[in-house]
């Protein structure tokens, strides 16, 4: 059973119509038992990034992600739920996030050109960094993913999975063994969308090493 966090900042409808599309289990929850109960877990998020991490402070569902990614249950977060992922945040102030992985969620205005536009909105190729992720097992070479993002991973080094161009190498993907995040909205990109959810849905331990 696929857990997804409700946290109050969440696509929740879409996400879960995703799941029900590949033939998968899942629950949108609050629960921490629920949560506990789950094979893997996905955080979602859009949104500003210190309100969606005071929302998983108050809830008490920080402590329950970190005890659950540090028992190696897998954990997927999407868009702002990628952000929470990192260490810190740099989105009007500067805040603590989630620490499982590695980097610093920042402004994409610091790398594109000023001719670019902010939100980045929009279909864009994937561009896979190192050995392909198990979570792109099902994925081609020249595949497009939809992103609605102004802010990004940054200094998040070898957990880079993927990244996009947008005038600049924007990070699009990140992983640390069971820990993942994507920038862009698998439930809204399409076919290519749903093969990483299914990939997700069946990774194994061996995949995560």
């Not at 569902?61 to 702002?80: F, H, V």
């Not at 992985?101 to 980045?120: A, C, D, L």
């Not at 600049?168 to 820990?179: E, G, Q, R």
Request: proline share 3%.
């Amino acid at each position: 059973m696929i857990a997804i966090v409700d946290y109050g900042v969440g696509n929740l409808f879409s996400l879960n119509c995703s799941f029900k599309a590949i033939g998968e289990e899942a629950v949108v929850t609050s629960d921490p038992e629920t949560l506990k109960k789950a094979d893997k877990i996905v955080l979602p998020g859009v949104g500003a990034f210190a309100d969606a991490a005071a929302k998983l402070k108050a809830s008490g569902l920080e402590e329950i992600l970190k005890e659950e990614a540090a028992n190696g249950k897998p954990l997927l977060g999407i868009c702002l739920g990628m952000q929470l992922l990192l260490d810190s945040s740099e989105e009007y102030g500067n805040h603590k996030g989630l620490g499982l992985i590695r980097g610093t969620n920042r402004s994409i205005g610091e790398v594109i050109p000023e001719e670019y536009k902010i939100p980045h909105m929009g279909w864009n190729e994937l561009l896979y960094r190192g050995k392909k992720h198990p979570l792109f097992r099902y994925l081609g070479e020249h595949e497009y993913v939809y992103f609605v993002h102004s802010f990004a991973g940054f200094d998040c080094g070898e957990n880079t999975i993927a990244v996009t161009d947008y005038g600049a190498d924007i990070t699009a993907a990140i992983a640390n063994k069971n820990v993942m995040g994507t920038q862009f909205h698998p439930e809204k990109s399409g076919e290519t969308g749903l093969k990483i959810l299914k990939a997700f849905c069946e990774l194994k331990e061996e995949d995560l090493c």
